[in-house]
């Protein structure tokens, strides 16, 4: 199956991992493997671009761009509209390639290639409606407006765990925008970019475009280094850890570029006694343990009200129980492998140190022992005061919290560095408003009654403190991704000053 997977996206036992037009067919860094992260064995050998290789991308996007910004953007959306056509005829089998090399499961590996198809429809749409305001001047016969203009290249650096999607909501948006793009992706998901590439490379160069999606794979995080200190490059989006989003602001911001960060989460969701607890248990099990914690959108900290605690926790240790693990591409397996050995031992780390500052495991809490980097969904009693619990672990490890009074429960809910995504589960329409006004919730993403992952491409994607700031993919977020030129035409034959100055000659 998986060599016919390959041969079905041109993927070759050693493939390139540099596209500039055309795969560069011998890039001159060093070779690595892609590792199943199921059964730990190569799936493909990628050869990574050195600082060379990066210039013939950049200078490959650079030409791109002349040219793509040129395009009438409905134009542009008709392109785009071709790659969703060609996305929806890939979807199962890109699906199968994204949880052969993630370790998610089959309906959250075909759900993240919905996801890139419901960004180029959002983006077919936009091609047509890229506008700006028409603002009223203070000035007899003026005209002040606003108008937007194609930006550049932009860099894109995407993690492991979303290897298409964010890919899609950033280079999507950019091409309708007129911009061109250069892709750094994780390195433990090189196929899957390949793959994209490799079917989006199709459709453009079918319409002659040939250089708005690149792609540049290096040896360890080199690329997203280069990206960040290339002048040449007017936005860099990144995703990934705080730390490296620290890393890469400081170097975009010193040359005085802009960034789009979309960082660490520490999610937390609040149960109320008025909830729907069995709706609420789905919610927080789905958010907790699917995408086996790897989401940045995931559960990582619960506050159930005293009086329901006990209740609220036989039911969700008893679901934890009941969660199928296992071979991610199997028919029925809720939760599949961690990314990587690393990344089994980060857990149990945390595990242990939890324990240490005084956590209690309610659930699972072990790996798994056997062939591929399987872990148990764990459930840790804990308490708002231990340190551990200030981290984002990106792991299946849920905190579990108990609270009196609502107001503590948002405070709990905001103690902490990160602010990505949030979540209260209640049938009060007070609370509901509490936990979403100005006094509650402090993330970019509040739900009500919904869990903390699982967001629709429709809105603004992204959050707040060290999350970044950044917002990606829908609502008004293309702005990100343009320049913005303020415009006024004076019509008259006078020559009025603004704010009432006088200066006559
Ligand atoms: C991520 O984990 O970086 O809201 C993105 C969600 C997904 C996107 C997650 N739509 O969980």
Redesign the pocket.
């Known amino acids: 199956m998986i060599t016919e997977l390959l041969e079905k996206f041109g993927i070759h036992h050693t493939h390139s991992g540099v596209y500039a037009g055309d795969w560069i067919t011998k890039p001159e860094g060093m070779e690595f493997d892609s590792i199943n992260p199921s059964d730990g064995k190569c799936i493909a050998t990628i050869m990574s671009g050195t600082k060379n290789n990066y210039e013939q991308v950049m200078a490959m996007a650079e030409e791109g761009f002349k040219k793509w910004r040129g395009v009438p953007a409905p134009k542009r959306g008709e392109i785009i509209r071709q790659i969703g056509i060609a996305l929806r005829k890939n979807k199962k089998d890109l699906g199968l390639l994204i949880t052969l090399e993630t370790g998610k499961i089959l309906s959250e590996g075909q759900g993240e290639v919905q996801?890139m198809i419901d960004m180029c429809d959002f983006a077919t749409g936009l091609s047509r409606q890229l506008h700006g305001l028409t603002i009223a001047s203070e000035r007899k016969d003026h005209r002040l407006f606003e108008q937007w203009h194609p930006l550049g290249v932009v860099g894109i650096i995407s993690?492991f765990?979303?290897p298409a999607?964010?890919w899609a909501w950033n280079a999507i948006l950019a091409a309708i925008c007129g911009d061109t793009s250069v892709w750094k992706p994780s390195n433990h998901t090189p196929i899957t970019s390949i793959a994209v590439i490799n079917i989006v490379a199709l459709v453009m160069k079918s319409n002659g475009y040939e250089n708005v999606f690149s792609l540049c794979i290096s040896e360890g995080h080199l690329a997203a280094e280069w990206i960040a200190d290339d002048k040449r490059i007017p936005l860099v989006s990144a995703?990934g850890s705080c730390e490296m989003g620290k890393a890469i602001g400081v170097k975009v911001c010193q040359r005085l570029g802009r960034s789009l960060l979309?960082l660490g989460?520490n999610n937390a969701a609040i149960i109320s006694p008025s909830a729907n607890l069995d709706l609420a248990l789905r919610g927080v099990v789905f958010a907790a343990v699917g995408?086996a914690g790897?989401?940045?959108?995931?559960l990582r900290r619960l506050f159930v009200h005293d009086s329901i605690e006990n209740m609220f926790m036989e039911k969700l240790c008893n679901a934890y129980g009941n969660v199928t693990i296992g071979n991610p591409w199997e028919e029925g397996v809720l939760m599949g492998p961690l990314i990587s050995v690393d990344a089994v031992e980060k857990m149990m780390h945390a595990i242990e140190e939890a324990k240490k500052q005084g956590g209690k495991v309610l659930a699972g809490g072990n790996r798994i022992s056997g062939i591929g980097n399987f872990v148990e969904p764990t459930i840790i009693l804990a308490n708002p005061e231990m340190p551990i619990i200030q981290q984002e672990t990106f792991a299946p490890i849920l905190y579990v919290m108990p609270y009196h009074h609502l107001g503590d429960a948002i405070q709990f809910n905001n103690g902490v560095p990160q602010g990505l995504?949030s979540a209260i589960f209640t049938d009060s329409v007070g609370e509901a408003e509490q936990f979403l006004s100005y006094r509650g919730s402090d993330c970019g993403?509040a739900n009500v009654n919904i869990g903390t992952?699982?967001?629709?491409?429709g809105g603004a994607?992204g959050g707040e403190k060290e999350t970044g700031g950044g917002r990606e993919s829908g609502s008004d977020c293309w702005k990100t991704y343009m320049r913005r030129q303020t415009c006024t035409i004076n019509g008259g034959d006078q020559l009025p000053l603004a704010q009432g100055v006088h200066f006559d000659l």
Not at 453 to 457: D, L, M, P, R, V
């Open positions: 996801e993690a765990n979303f999607a964010v995703t979309e989460g995408t790897q989401r940045c959108t995931t995504s993403i992952s699982g967001a629709e491409i994607f």
